[in-house]
């Protein structure tokens, strides 16, 4: 398991769309604050209301979208590759194999999500001053749920990455999937009653209560949290039964 699982991550580093999301969220994360400077305001923004506005409010977006990019590229082009079937006929287990890909596969969502809460607000802190920083209780928080919903997300990728063989059908997919998901969620929602708890307490709906977790209270911050490690179990074991069944060419 243990060579599976450096051989996943030597595939990740080198992997040239994890490269160029990293590196692009990267220059993004510290040339985007310096817009601040020229947007005609009087001042500058405190850190604290950057952090809220422009880091964590367009961030549930980039944790959906700019990992099924890499889905596709890391996980269904190695169909395409052979790649999948040489690891398959190594005589390690599907279940292994998919573990450790989904669990590599997880680690790199987690950085790419990342980026911008630490870089960017670390670059504004430079920027505008170390006054009126964000609480930490609510940095970690905050910080903290996006580690464990970019891990849930990316576990709903690579259920579908592994459905399909060619990279771009996938990325295609993944990202119509995420953008017009909420709609259709909401109608069932608001014509089958029934169905309304199940969309409350989804990883598509929950993921935008991160910006809010100082305002909830317990009950609610223990669902926001357990949800999503809920939902890594339940797709990762999924996926993983679709991968054995799956005839691999």
């Not at 001042?43 to 980039?62: C, M, R, W």
């Not at 890499?70 to 169909?79: D, K, R, V």
Request: contains cysteine.
């Amino acid at each position: 398991m243990g060579n599976l699982f450096k051989t996943e991550w030597y595939k990740l580093k080198k992997n040239r769309s994890f490269r160029f999301l990293s590196w692009m969220l990267l220059t993004a994360a510290v040339l985007f604050p310096l817009i601040e400077f020229d947007n005609g305001a009087s001042g500058l923004p405190t850190v604290k209301d950057f952090y809220i506005e422009s880091v964590l409010g367009p961030h549930a977006n980039i944790v959906k979208l700019l990992p099924s990019i890499l889905a596709g590229f890391f996980i269904t082009s190695e169909y395409s590759m052979g790649t999948m079937k040489s690891i398959v006929s190594s005589g390690n287990s599907r279940l292994r194999i998919y573990f450790a890909k989904l669990i590599v596969f997880s680690i790199g969502t987690v950085i790419i999500s990342l980026i911008l809460p630490v870089v960017m607000t670390g670059a504004g802190a430079l920027y505008f001053g170390f006054d009126n920083m964000p609480e930490w209780t609510y940095y970690l928080q905050t910080t903290g749920l996006i580690i464990l919903y970019g891990a849930a997300f990316a576990s709903i990728m690579a259920v579908f990455s592994i459905l399909f063989t060619d990279s771009g059908k996938t990325i295609g997919f993944l990202l119509m999937f995420f953008i017009f998901v909420d709609w259709p969620l909401q109608m069932l929602a608001a014509k089958f009653s029934f169905f309304e708890p199940i969309l409350n307490h989804s990883v598509f709906k929950l993921v935008y209560d991160i910006i809010i977790v100082d305002s909830l209270n317990n009950v609610d911050l223990v669902t926001l949290a357990v949800v999503p490690i809920l939902t890594f179990l339940l797709f990762g074991i999924i996926g993983c039964i679709i991968f054995q069944r799956k005839e691999i060419k």
